[in-house]
């Protein structure tokens, strides 16, 4: 008995100092959080994902206990009773007592099942009961990828737009200083050290705009990620490979195959076909194999209660015909063929929904590349407008509000190219999710 209490204080005691299990570590951050990286670490943490995989493991024990049902049940039921009055009866007017005052029964109980519908459903289904809660996850995983890679390529939109507000912020203190050093020179008037700084002072709230903004975005980003709220969350990225990553193939068509919705409808199909049948067969009659034997001990006295044993036992078979039962039946088999049959329009749905989701992706795919490369020449002819205009500017040519309009022409057309690339990549996961080809 101390070793047994010894050994449960110290089970309990160990048993605080574990991890919980789920609970986060020091290690479940990345140093670099490139889109790859992002993409791997959501789906293996993120909450969706997890429950998922959760189902995975609850169905294949739930599949367990109803193939349990097949093998044989064996139980042991032990009773002890004392009569503290005996029951007594009037056997040819004399009073008889039956029983004594201790009675003990131990009882084996043994049953097979022979037929029944309920198991044998369970084993005809268990691998496509399995399938769709593999295919649960897969489907919960797509939508992670797309959803995080999305949000990745709006942080990185925004933080683009911190870069281009920032060197805007270092050329206009430089030019603020070259409108004040001619002001102070008596080149100019005050005009355009007051537009200079004007033009920086708005820079410079826009720069803490979009601070605000980024750190609203990675929020949402970890959210998507699972990633801990607290933790940093270290961007990587390299525009111009991403930048070369924009095209992909416009006359691939769909395959409706590898969409996993399609996947699940045809295993959903599977299992209601399975169903029908189950239903079908609730006119067959059910067998079972019983057998018992029992352990009688009866005495007056206690203490030799387990002197005499009077055992009994029994074997039978039984059978369980069901002849009316209202109509029930038949209607729970009506109602699995519509069930059925509804599952058929369900695909048929799928089919058209796939081809009018690829082409509103393909649409809107061509509209941001097309898009994206319109402003990308524009950025090139912005920025040779500004070189020269700024030249033009410090050689006494041009006066300074053309500087500023150049300026602010450069940083729009800047800003537009950044968002039009990063809204052309994640249009692209929209064309490739109606493709059925996300991959994480």
């Known amino acids: 008995m101390k070793r047994l209490i010894f050994t449960l204080s110290w089970l309990i005691a160990g048993g605080i100092c574990l991890p919980v299990s789920g609970q986060r570590t020091a290690d479940s951050t990345l140093q670099e959080a490139t889109l790859q990286s992002v993409i791997q670490y959501a789906v293996t943490h993120q909450a969706a994902v997890q429950q998922a995989l959760i189902d995975e493991n609850i169905t294949g024990e739930t599949i367990k206990t109803k193939l349990a049902d097949w093998y044989p049940q064996v139980n042991f039921n032990y009773t002890l009773q004392h009569n503290f009055q005996v029951p007594q009866n009037f056997v040819n007017g004399q009073l008889i007592q039956f029983g004594v005052n201790n009675t003990s029964n131990g009882q084996f109980t043994l049953s097979q099942a022979l037929f029944n519908r309920d198991v044998l459903l369970a084993a005809r289904t268990r691998g496509d009961v399995q399938l769709q809660a593999r295919q649960n ?117 769909p395959s409706l195959g590898s969409r996993i919705e399609y996947q699940q409808l ?23 194999l019983n057998g018992m034997y029992s352990l009688i001990y009866q005495n007056n006295d206690f203490n030799k209660l387990y002197n005499n044993n009077i055992p009994n036992s029994y074997g039978n078979v039984t059978i369980g015909i069901p002849i009316f039962q209202g109509g029930k039946r038949t209607a729970k088999i009506r109602s699995a063929e ?21 082409n509103q992706a393909l649409a809107n795919y061509k509209s941001s590349f097309a898009n994206f490369q319109a402003l990308k020449e524009n950025l090139q002819l912005a920025q040779e407008v500004y070189d020269v205009i700024a030249l033009q500017y410090e050689s006494g040519i041009k006066a300074y509000i053309e500087v500023i309009n150049a300026e602010s022409d450069l940083r729009t057309a800047r800003i537009n190219y950044y968002n039009a690339l990063y809204q052309v990549l994640a249009s692209k996961v929209d064309v490739q999710k109606a493709l059925g080809q996300i991959t994480y």
């Open 338 to 358: 519509l069930q059925l049959k509804r599952t058929d329009w369900d695909i048929l749905n799928l089919q058209t929904m796939v081809s009018s989701e690829y």
């Open 266 to 288: 045809i295993t959903q199909r599977k299992l209601q076909e399975a169903n029908v049948k189950y239903e079908r067969m609730s006119f067959l009659p059910t067998a079972t």
């Open 137 to 253: 996850t897969v489907n919960n995983k797509i939508n992670v990828t797309v959803n995080v890679s999305k949000a990745f390529y709006d942080v990185l939109a925004t933080l683009e737009q911190i870069k281009v507000t920032q060197q805007d912020i270092v050329r206009q203190e430089s030019s603020l200083k070259n409108a004040q050093a001619q002001y102070e020179a008596g080149t100019t008037d005050k005009t355009d050290y007051k537009r200079a700084t004007i033009n920086l002072n708005n820079t410079r709230a826009t720069l803490v705009s979009n601070a605000a903004l980024l750190k609203a975005k990675k929020e949402y980003l970890k959210y998507l990620m699972g990633y801990p709220p607290t933790e940093e969350l270290n961007i990587v990225y390299d525009s111009i490979r991403m930048s070369s990553e924009v095209g992909m193939d416009t006359l691939q068509m």
